[in-house]
């Protein structure tokens, strides 16, 4: 089981949104791989609907879309990627997403969640909370850029780090050399809605990483 690339271009700057409409801002100042996770807030068509527009905005952009989630809608659309988180990458059917030809990505939270997803060969390992999260509850112990760093060293995948990245952190992420991708939540919005200039900044901090 080995699942594809996400290409050779690093993740860079990976904003989660929870909204398909808020990808087209994104994609117009350079974002070039985003995440919708929507959670509870559509059901049934609603949701299906939503899921169709985000791909079909990634696709006029030629980003790189992983829904989170909804594994089932992301085969029948042909989404480009998927994220699970641990207790999802248990009840999903793997193969059938490797089957379908899309990518996986999933989260870690520890060393031994780590070996765990990487007995499933997946396209990238997010790593965190690499600090206090913003927008959700801590859940699990900070794991700090030297823990980051340590724990990538056994990776031989590419790394997103998330979790209570801002841009007054940001470079300490990066001199780890440990990542390939940012995710961020809430410091790319401004009162709920994408802003572009914040979003640029995050960019311009993030510099060429490789």
Not at 56 to 62: Q, T, W
Not at 108 to 115: L, R, S, V
Not at 121 to 143: M, Q
Not at 171 to 197: F, H, P, R, W
Request: with cysteine; glycine share 8%.
């Amino acid at each position: 089981m080995k699942f594809p690339k996400c290409n050779e271009i690093p993740l860079g700057i990976y904003p989660i949104v929870d909204r398909a409409y808020k990808l087209k801002p994104l994609y117009e100042v350079g974002i070039t791989t985003a995440q919708l996770r929507t959670k509870d807030a559509f059901k049934g068509q609603e949701l299906e609907n939503e899921v169709i527009e985000a791909i079909r905005i990634s696709e006029a952009y030629n980003a790189r879309f992983f829904l989170n989630d909804f594994w089932e809608l992301g085969i029948k659309h042909k989404v480009y990627g998927i994220h699970l988180g641990q207790e999802d990458i248990q009840e999903a059917d793997v193969k059938a997403i490797l089957d379908a030809g899309i990518r996986l990505g999933i989260s870690t939270h520890t060393p031994k969640e780590i070996d765990i997803a990487l007995g499933f060969e997946p396209s990238y390992l997010a790593i965190g909370p690499i600090y206090i999260p913003i927008s959700k509850k801590l859940e699990y112990d900070t794991v700090g850029p030297e823990d980051l760093k340590s724990w990538a060293k056994n990776v031989d995948y590419p790394i997103v780090a998330i979790g209570g990245i801002t841009i007054e952190n940001i470079k300490d992420v990066v001199n780890t050399q440990a990542v390939s991708g940012i995710a961020m939540i809430s410091d790319v919005l401004e009162n709920g809605e994408v802003s572009k200039e914040r979003t640029l900044a995050l960019i311009n901090a993030l510099g060429n990483i490789s």
